[in-house]
């Protein structure tokens, strides 16, 4: 039960979040069999999705982390993607599982695909927890899906309002107005 954030209404709970984490981790283990694949988490929010989703992909898997912003502390896009911490491993000839927290705009997801695929990698795809598509700027593809949800300011599982509630053990709907 979470205390500190009484104003946040439950829009997925723990317990579906878990399932599905669970689904998206047997489906691409299932995709990937008999390839070694590079899970890469997109920093700050996907963090938590990306740690539990990992345990569930039963194939031979490096990590590694890239860090973008775009909100900074705000509560909508600044549409400028800056790459705050680039990638530590080249990616050239490798299977590449871009592991996002949340594809709203579309507009860093955009970013980071085509920036990736000029590093030539063997394949790229997308997963995402959450994908918001009544505000698409920029149509990207992902591959694997958890959750299509409605146009509200979502907080908890790893997702933020200006760095709070990323420690909420389910995606809520945060007061915006």
Request: proline share 3%.
């Amino acid at each position: 039960m979470v205390t500190f954030a009484k104003d946040i209404k439950e829009l997925i709970s723990s317990k579906e979040i878990q399932k599905k984490v669970k689904e998206l981790g047997e489906q691409i283990t299932k995709d990937y069999h008999g390839k070694e694949l590079v899970c890469v988490c997109i920093l700050k929010g996907s963090v938590i999705f990306f740690s539990d989703l990992i345990r569930h992909i039963d194939l031979p898997i490096t990590i590694d982390f890239i860090r973008v912003s775009s909100y900074g502390n705000e509560l909508t896009s600044s549409g400028d993607v800056r790459i705050n911490k680039d990638l530590s491993s080249p990616v050239k000839g490798k299977h590449i599982l871009l592991i996002e927290d949340i594809v709203d705009t579309g507009i860093t997801l955009d970013f980071l695909v085509e920036l990736l695929r000029t590093r030539e990698p063997a394949s790229l795809k997308v997963c995402s927890l959450l994908h918001k598509p009544s505000n698409k700027v920029k149509d990207v593809e992902i591959s694997y899906k958890g959750f299509t949800i409605d146009n509200h300011y979502v907080v908890g599982y790893g997702l933020d309002a200006a760095e709070k509630y990323r420690n909420i053990n389910f995606v809520g709907i945060y007061p915006t107005a």
